[in-house]
């Protein structure tokens, strides 16, 4: 059950950033000056915790996917869905933490 929320939870999540996306490319356009401060907020700490919470609902909701993809075409791989889910789950830790360091490493560093 968390597996099915957390893909619901991530897909909405990348839905809204995909509206997000559009809005802001098209204020390249409408708004140049309302656009650069967009690109710093998107900079700022709060925008990178942001982005780095945007590449974790991607990456579940890839991996999550790719679980479901196995389990549809290979049915008897559903009695592991369990261990399955768990391995998407170590995948995502040892992929997510290292994108997550280099995403919000400029925090880091603009502290010291």
């Known amino acids: 059950m968390l597996a099915w929320a957390f893909h619901r939870i991530s897909g909405v999540a990348i839905w809204a950033f995909v509206l997000l996306h559009v809005l802001d490319i098209w204020l390249v356009g409408a ?43 290979w049915p008897a791989t559903t009695v592991f869905h369990k261990q399955l889910w768990y391995a998407s789950w170590v995948v995502f830790v040892v992929v997510g933490l290292p ?14």
């Open 31 to 73: 708004n140049r000056g309302l656009y650069d401060d967009v690109l710093k907020f998107y900079a700022s700490p709060v925008g990178r915790v942001g982005e780095t919470l945007l590449g974790a609902a991607l990456l579940y909701h890839a991996l999550n996917g790719l679980r479901i993809i196995v389990m549809d075409f």
């Open 99 to 112: 994108g997550a360091y280099i995403i919000l490493r400029p925090i880091w560093a603009g502290a010291s």
